[in-house]
């Protein structure tokens, strides 16, 4: 089992960003994915999530409105599209299969928000 992110980097404030997330060694559509992150001192939070057909999403209220989390099961990937990046948003950026039995990880990938 694999979850790879990508997309990670240094962008100024109000920029955007794109993280994908490529899945690998299980059945990617019988898993709700979400987005997580963690700064430095901080406890990990969840930033979004999409049921397995992708028919529904859900978002912390700070990323409402400049985050979206879209998925393609054909491509066994998850996105992140970020918008009106701020300084706030730098973190490690996870990406989280949830099953009915297994849950997995992958290993993150840095967003860093400075001018």
């Known amino acids: 089992v694999q979850l790879v992110e990508s997309g990670g980097g240094l962008v100024q404030p109000g920029g955007s960003l794109r993280l994908s997330c490529a899945a690998s060694?299980?059945?990617?559509?019988?898993?709700?994915m979400s987005w997580y992150r963690q700064a430095p001192g901080k406890e990990r939070e969840l930033v979004a999530a999409?049921?397995?057909?992708?028919?529904?999403?859900d978002y912390a209220d700070s990323m409402k409105g400049r985050f979206t989390i879209s998925r393609d099961n054909a491509r066994n990937t998850v996105y992140l599209q970020m918008n009106s990046l701020k300084p706030e948003d730098t973190a490690v950026y996870f990406c989280?299969?949830?099953?009915?039995?297994?849950?997995?990880w992958g290993q993150g990938t840095q967003v860093t928000v400075s001018s």
């Open positions: 989280n299969a949830r099953g009915a039995l297994y849950d997995y």
């Open positions: 060694g299980f059945t990617f559509s019988n898993y709700r």
């Open positions: 999409i049921t397995r057909a992708g028919g529904a999403t």
